[in-house]
């Protein structure tokens, strides 16, 4: 039985809850419907104990849920977002949690490890061609791998500081070297600081690539008004964010127009829209970068939002999209 009687909750002086009362008889399921602000959310959290009520009473089973371990270890609470510690895996945050909860079972995480596992892709540099060749040699061995992005817009030393992904000689040189040593199919990074980035693929292509992914940071610089120095250290940086999604979306059109095999578009892309647009322009997939770092939730968004986009604009099915925009 869950009893709230009299609840208020207020926020610098808002009250989200006024009086609220509520009762859910044991064994029936109740669903909370209202507009946004309507305080469910605020609700929630007191029958989780995560908020403590300004006044009023919040019972489970006749016992005050606030401070009461032993029942709030009787609730789950799934949020609408997740919350993961910044560059946390699975397993640090099964170790939070296993602090908190006496009774937390290993067996049990073992057994949904099983259910949600899902390959990763893992994300290569290298300094020299024996660099990738030695890492994706290691990473072929790993069963959580899914798949292997191999980024060749990094310094390559031997070759007075150039990338190798700027000559279709070096690209694809580095494409054979990883396709040598690896089963697992070989997705190669392209920079867009280039004049042909279509020949580059190709070359990559015709090395055994299986897919090609695009755009890498673009090369830039700001210059502080104040100090007149470069903003950044180092001169130069790379810029990604919704400032390039127009120079990715072109040369994401040029490789779809060079290759046959996958490509993967990511530059800028922050919303359901640009998802779209860039598998319009031909990209199977599309990855997202700096829109994480503005909000880690950015990618769970994009994908939640994308059935509203689809609908707006008639597309019942993405795959149906790949290149569209080239057809007709
Ligand atoms: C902070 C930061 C770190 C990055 N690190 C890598 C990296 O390790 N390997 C890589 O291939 N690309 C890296 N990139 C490039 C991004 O993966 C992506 O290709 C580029 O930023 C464009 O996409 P975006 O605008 O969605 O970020 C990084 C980008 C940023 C902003």
Redesign the pocket.
Known sequence: MIEVNGLVKCFDGFAALDGATLSVPAGSVYGLVGPNGAGKSTLIRHLTGIFRQDAGTVRISGQDVWENAALKARIAAIPDDWYYFLQSSIRDMMRFYRGFYPDFSMERYEKLKEVFHKPVMA?V?GFSVDDYAYTCEKLDREDQVGWL?V?I?CPNVHNGGMAFGVTPEGAAEVTRAVKAVTKKPVIM?LSPNVTDVAAIARSCEAAGADGISL???VLSMRIDLKTKRPVVANVMG?L???A??PL?LRMVWQVCEAVSIPVVG?????SAEDVIEMMLAGATAV?????N?VDPCACQKIVRDLPRAMEQYGINDLKEIIGGARHG
């Open positions: 994300n540099s992005e980024n817009s990074k755009i890498n940071t790379g990604s964010g919704p390039v999604f990715a990511m530059g800028g892309v922050s990855e997202v970068g700096a829109a770092l």
